[in-house]
């Protein structure tokens, strides 16, 4: 989640506009798989004693030719990669543009401390005033306390868990939810979050060491039970990389850590593959469910209920075990130009970022149609973006892209 303030700084345009498909384009994760222990947890300036592994009895790294000589035209030496050259956030090396997203596997990185460690992506600021209807915007909706979920969060909220990523801040962490593949019905690899959680926006680029636990951990276990845990323990169906990310052409083009930039288009989509290989089954067939996504986004008036599901990581919260949030939704508009968001009380703080809102239809199932995105420093309230036609494009190019695989 990330907190808000009015911003000065004049938008884009004048209407939305449909997204172009946003391709991050070097896929690498079915190519290669790097070996990693972390010396230390929690910090971008860890270094890693790391070795590459490969199918070949020589036991050689091999990568195929292409792939080599598209990571190359990006200045990329991937030994040197693998040996901490990702940690390198210089502005002239911070990859920006959708097609240089790279994500190799680098296995055992995510370690149990480390993923613990992982901090809110967030930015303290006032909220400051945002009365003035832009569009419409409804009152401040009053607090909602969240309600912890009762472990195991496989049995209570198995689509849910969590997205670890790196940054020049650090090591960071978000929530994300498994949601459905229209290309791959039963065997989705999809995941849904916050644009913010895979991409800086407008002053940045791709994050790097993307990577998702679904119901991580199952137990909820609080931080100092958490000393010491087994990798199994955190993430008891694995550790999913991404092998390929997605998100709106306005995120990128708009998207700010403060201010409510960008915040209508703040979301994403990950298509993920297993750390290790894994047993051949999809995330989805791993932990037994995926939620469909609803791209005609009912109006306020038509929804009673929201549930927002997240793992809160900013005081009093600490980030290890997972809440939900019910209300009914409000309007907030920080821009005529832009879509009106969704906007419930809610006490979650920064982690929530991008946990999904689950609207229950009529035939009693329930469909994501939001994500968590802003709120105020104070916490009190969230909001997310309503999904229409951008959101709708940037899923179907993901799935599209996987397609029969």
Known sequence: MRSIRPSSTARRGGSARRTSPVLAAVALASALALTATACESGDTDASAETSATAAADDGKLKIPDDIKDRLKEHG???????????????????LREANDFVNPIIEDLWDPDRMRDAEEPDQGVDEGDISGDQGVTDPTPEPVQAAAISPSYHANAPTAGKVFFDSPEGTMVCSATVVQDPANPGKSNMVWTAGHCVHAGKKGGWYRNIAFVP?????????????????????????????????????????????????????????????????????????????????????????????????????????QTLYRCQDRPGRLSLSASDPTMYRIGCSMTAGSSGGGWVVTGSDGKPALVSNTSIGPVTSGWLAGPRLGDEAKGVYDSVSEKFAGQ
């Open 76 to 94: 990329i030496d991937l030994d040197k990669w693998r040996d901490g050259a990702w940690k390198d956030w210089s502005k002239d090396d911070w």
């Open 215 to 319: 119901s991580y951990n199952d137990s909820g276990k609080s931080a100092k039970e958490l000393e010491g845990a087994t990798k199994e323990e955190v993430a008891p169906y694995g550790v999913w990389w991404g092998d390929w990310a997605q998100t709106s052409d306005q995120w990128i083009e708009q998207g700010g850590a403060t201010g409510g930039d960008g915040a209508s288009y703040d979301f994403a989509v990950i298509h993920v593959t297993p750390e290790k290989g894994g047993d051949g089954k999809s995330l989805e067939e791993k932990v037994g469910s995926a939620l469909p996504v609803d791209f005609n986004a009912p109006a306020v008036a038509k929804v009673k209920e929201l549930t927002a599901i997240g793992y809160p990581a900013a005081p009093p919260y600490e980030g």
